[in-house]
């Protein structure tokens, strides 16, 4: 059956026994750990909806593969269509979350993989194709969630992989048996790895002559022996294990270091092994499906800012404030540009050899181009209108206080038919959107950074018959 | 036929006899002047590309109306395919023509009527959309080029238009008669009046109550009696006018203000009359069409202004100057960010009662505020990168002089290898493009203010979902 | 003696007994507090420089009215010289504290009463100047730190103070006693409340007819009875009280909610009372003086976000990216306008008739504009350069642990050369500065709102005289 | 006497000669060639408000070289007080005239001079401190209006000076005489080159070994033997020949090339000859007082930029609008940014080893990158507010032509109190400060480009303290 609920997806967490640590500790049980239990509930979101008839058509579509219906956090595109739902999927899901729901990672990974094992097979003879389409049969079939472990800890970032002091900066092979290879690295901001069943690992850049090692890609579960999964820490972890203060009262993010010390990985799941000119290529396309995700998610999460920040201007009394109302304008222009940059990605992709579909680079890295600099923005105008709260309100314990409690209670209400509970939550949630780094620095670097953007957008655009229309125009001949 | 030739378009505006003024003179002939001229060749490369292999397959398509093959500028568009095939024909000839090419406010208003009209006609039994479906077959038949008349003076913008001293202020019915009707008043920015062969009017905003007179629309050949184009002044008219320093050597744009002074209108012409509270929705369907029509073709301009910086930096000799290509990838990233919104604004796209197919108009919005305040960035970034001769290069009759041309054209010199004709040509074209006033301030004030827009933005925004989705995640019950 | 050292500061902060509570429970010595402590340190700086010689010649100054050597931070500005050292001491500890020091906002209060109480008194031949001065010797003799207690809670912000349901929304005077009066009332974000001798409180609006008993201003000891402080949660408050992970090693910014439950305050600190006119001048000095202060301050810790990203990029082999000097750029060019604009407000200032300086308002609003805006930039681009460690760092405890600690170590590293442990470090700070609440949002709303600074700078600026240049230079007569 | 009226003014220009051509013409009689003269008249408001009451004691002081009283741009600042009033006067002036007024760069190359003469002096014996002395003396004896020639025209901006396949390139000396040198090139963009008596001639940039030639430095008269000025197309440069549709009614500007087709100059005039390291000195010098004057000029022609939108707010009816107050707000906020940074550069300014005093370079730069984008943004603000009329007003001489004159009268009125004329004089002048090239392009290019800002702001600023600072506050101790 490929549709899990949400129950059998905590129940199939529940059976994985990966070993993680925290804040220096070993966490035995991460699905009972309530800070990486808030994560794991953001993706089992992603399983509640496709059970929810208002959603259900949006995200449960039939697998041309397995020939069922499966959640299309499963589904490598394969229509225009296909490309669309992403988009508004995500955008769904963000909204309904109002933080990161941790599985377009895994889909991704498997878009480009779909796309790039079938060129290598083309070019060398090799069979990644067909050991991916076993792996995406498994992860179709038993609705799997899947990390992608892309971003290397880079070492020296002036100095390619294998001329790095410590060979170990970018993971690489250290060792091919006869059934499998051996790899040794670090993946870092694995946004939740402990939410997912499996981690599927790609290159983080482009590689070159010498980087043979480097030009890896597979499969592997999340609890396989020698990953260590290292949950970092984020401005606000300790709310969840507080149990207190926690501002969005139902979903979290946590973004773990993967290492991987010495792990063996089968050949089924291996889908590259040395041909290191298609890295570049694996990693880009990647990128390119991520940040047409967070077009989808990031717009998703403005619209709870703007309900956020417009429910505060209820709770205020300053729903009138023409002012406001242009930065509410401001806030939803910008939801729209990432969205409408991400839609029109989707509906001008093109059919790639394998059958999977792929978006136009230049409009979703328009989109994520505008997210690493207008998130911020957004932020800034939630906190403006909602006030300096966001900054430095009370403990939910100190209102439970016997002795102060009540005169909190007393000196925090707002509008008079509000209940003064109501407004601290809002300022809460408005903290939480605002501050939790694990999300919020997402906006600037998730997909790659900044620059990545740009210089993909440079390099997709045809500059000269650019340069040709202005001659033209010009009266110049050639 | 429903094709003109670019030869019979030209032929066919040289058949009418319009009262024009400029410059305090009457323009007897309008075609052969060459002001007005480089307008009307603007305009005819809508009708020379249709007849160009390269582009025949996205300009011309087939009217289910008169079942022939049209130019798809007088096509309302009956299907997604449509709005997105205005978008991409928008930029392409935005790029091909470098400025207005004055040929989309006739189709917005044909778009917009074919849905209101209709819509009046349900409510008041009235036989508006069977006149106006006869006016269309007569555009398409005839591949009319048709000019939208919609922005009246306003007069006092504090006051209703049946509150102003002068009754005048807005177009209106000053005479009903049995054949037809008599109007009188003005409308201004008529990007291209006199390179149309009809004039379409619709009212400049929502009526109420008292404004009855002012709730009119109608067609009208452009040369009708009673009907003065005054030809405004641009920053750079004289440049046509004398011949020389350009800039686009091919094209141009001017815009008329238009005033009516007692045109009788027949009723097979007229497609609104009295019905106040359509007035409204009439023209913010054409704002909205209109503004997606500004997402093509000013994207298709930016294409222009990108290629004239590439090439001056080529000229220049910084080709390879680091900031100078990230000024680039922000006008890309402007061109796309216009382009995406809209193409998505097209696909999102829905059919309405009639038949003829409605952008969504957040989008369409998002992507016109974006060109409002972007634009006139890109056109700071060209400049930034061109250099300071933007200002003040010397024209081109001191280069023909034969005491100071010669010095001109060896202190003028680029790079070596280019001619310095053709950096002249070039910065006179960037000067055009960045400095010319009728196509430049309509960046900011075409198809409405850019209040308007943001207005638009948010009454059609659903705020209340969105404050739903914050409150469940602060654990709000309501 | 005037001049307290840093030593007799943490003492005199020890004799205090105020009640405070924090996450639920009161909290018996708040000195000793770790989470308390670390803002008490960077009040502490502002006394430890005045010990430094290189700071010294800065901070300290002799107070005409006591005649002896005074901190400035307890000196109202009798000169142009002084307005200017404001600003200069706060870049200087602002880059040295990297956050908040806290002891603005005393002085601000003093400035502006030492302005207002004398217009008072010349208007109703009061004797509130006289006391006030009485209690600056006070201040300036014990080098008193003194915390202004400004913002209100303020309820329905659509209703004036005596129109609130709950009339202590705003501060009140709730009964008039023969020795003093007695208030009840909330004033919060009370940065460093706890790090302060005395409160200095001011109404934090213009009030009107009616809101007498609002128009009240005082000075009290921050342990007098029935003041209960409520340091409110930050970010990342729980990193001191577990003692790693703190970022900045040395000093923090907490945050009080303070309760004044009907506290009595003596006649000789009561410094307004009643006369409502002058509410408005005083909360509008002194939040001039407050964004003059920010200014200062904050292009000082702009000054270390600039040290901490270019820091990073020698630790992450990125020195040489060129967009990356770009950001550096645009991040000097941030503080530097700040700087600019508060420096030239100093320099522009003017001699009040109680001898006080006050400087140019619009100038100083137009630094606190930037800042609101800019500030957000700054940290966007400063996590832009350091990359995505700023959200999900592993803890130190992590680092420390046996069995991942050598792991973490050898992953983490970044250029050769740089102990991973430097880099672990900058990474903390850099979170710290990007993402601690209570300072960031003080970016945005210290000192009022950025509206707030919007309206002042209209309302300050001559609108008429702009006029009569304008239309002189068109040829209108009038 | 050192102090001209402007009667005098114009009649010493008329003494003058100068060999000048416009559009392929020999100007015979530049002062009162209506296109010119509007620029002379520009330059000759600075002499006017040295006639006037409110302005004389702004910008007369006395000289010290001189003992007499001199207008203030004869003067290189010799004090604190004169760099402050650099500022203030170049904002009166700016506002007075609306536009350029073309004197300020003469000045800055005087100040330049006065400090790197000395220097060159004093590493090499030489004696041009004197020559320039002596030569000041003149200038201040005179009242003489100096133009400054620095921008060479470069050719192939990626090769040096000696390095050009035309050695001409950049302004050289060609031959070394007993009584002089002769020497060859081209300055552009030399605003109002024909307003001035006196042209001052610097390096463009840094030299080099090899550039010897390049580095030369010399006064001469404006209409000396073998100098061509070219005078370059603007936007509406016919407007002033045309006498009508002028915008603003007294003023422009104007940008020739100048051609120094063998020019020879006197030793006595020789103020830098080969000394190839002081040629970026003087140039850098140069550039930051030229972007001080900028932050005061430009900021003037916004207060213009703010009163003309003001007033069409009042003649369109919209003065209540909410948003438009907010545009006002944004350009208020955008003068005083330009102006408080150059305030500030200059009260911060230092005295150097010549006895002038010199500014701030880092904040003089920062309010010159703003200049560089928010000028642009503040001329958008305007045409926002304003309307579409910007951009195609018809003719004065429509207004006047006996047919449609009383027509255009009607409709083109705002407000019923306004009389129609003002109305469209305001919006002529909108035009003319909106888009009249040889002033706005200034904007960006004026005292060098964005990118030469940016790289002087790094390169002046103290990096390494910074990252000391922030090293300090994350616990790393080197």
Not at 397 to 423: I, T
Request: charged residues 25%.
């Amino acid at each position: 059956m490929a549709l899990k609920t949400k129950a059998e997806y905590i129940e199939s967490l529940q059976a994985l026994k990966p070993i993680a640590y925290m804040f220096g500790k070993r966490v035995e049980n991460v699905v009972d750990n309530p800070r990486i239990r808030s994560g794991i509930e953001a993706t089992a979101a992603t399983y509640e909806v496709a059970e929810m008839p208002q959603y259900r058509d949006l995200i449960v579509t039939t697998s041309p593969l397995i020939n069922e219906p499966v959640n299309r956090f499963t589904l490598p595109p394969s229509s225009i269509e296909d490309l669309v739902a992403r988009v508004k999927v995500n955008r769904g899901l963000g909204r309904y979350v109002g933080t990161c729901h941790q599985r377009c990672t895994g889909l991704d990974c498997l878009s480009a993989l779909s796309i790039v094992t079938y060129d290598v097979d083309k070019r060398y003879g090799t069979s990644y194709y067909d050991r991916f389409t076993e792996f995406l049969k498994h992860v179709q079939r038993n609705d799997i969630a899947a990390n992608a472990g892309v971003t290397d800890v880079k070492g020296d970032r002036s100095l390619a992989p294998h001329d790095q002091p410590d060979k170990d900066m970018y993971l690489r092979i250290v060792e091919k048996k006869e059934d499998g290879i051996v790899v040794r690295g670090a993946k870092v901001h694995q946004t939740g790895s402990l939410s997912c069943h499996e981690i599927i690992v790609i290159p983080t850049r482009a590689l070159g002559k010498g980087d043979e090692d480097y030009a890896v890609s597979f499969a592997i579960p999340a609890d396989v022996k020698g990953l260590i999964h290292v949950i970092g820490r984020s401005t606000l972890d300790m709310r969840e294990l507080e149990g207190c203060d926690m501002g969005n009262t139902l979903y979290s993010k946590y973004c773990p270091t993967l290492i991987f010390d010495d792990v063996f990985i089968p050949w089924e799941r291996v889908f590259l092994c040395g041909e290191v000119e298609f890295a570049g290529d694996l990693v880009s396309r990647f990128s390119a499906f991520h940040r047409q995700s967070h077009g989808g998610c990031k717009s998703g999460k403005i619209d709870c800012m703007i309900g956020a920040s417009m429910t505060m201007m209820d709770y205020n009394g300053t729903s009138t404030a023409g002012h406001h109302k242009q930065k509410i304008i401001d806030m939803i222009h910008r939801a729209e540009t990432l969205y409408g940059c991400c839609l029109a990605a989707s509906y001008e992709g093109r059919r790639q050899p394998s059958g999977t579909y792929f978006i136009d680079t230049v409009l979703a890295n328009a989109s994520k181009l505008h997210e690493g600099k207008e998130l911020a923005e957004a932020i800034r105008l939630m906190v403006d209108i909602s006030g300096g709260f966001v900054a430095d309100l009370p403990s939910d314990r100190d209102f439970e206080n016997p002795e102060v409690g009540k005169l909190l209670k007393k000196y925090m209400k707002g509008v008079d038919s509000v209940p003064v509970e109501n407004r601290v939550k809002m300022y809460r949630l408005i903290e939480k959107m605002a501050l939790e780094s694990a999300d919020t620095i997402s906006d600037i670097h998730g997909g790659g950074s900044p620059e990545a953007h740009r210089v993909t957008i440079f390099r997709e655009t045809d500059i000269e018959s650019k340069k040709r229309a202005a001659k033209r125009l010009a009266g110049i001949d050639k």
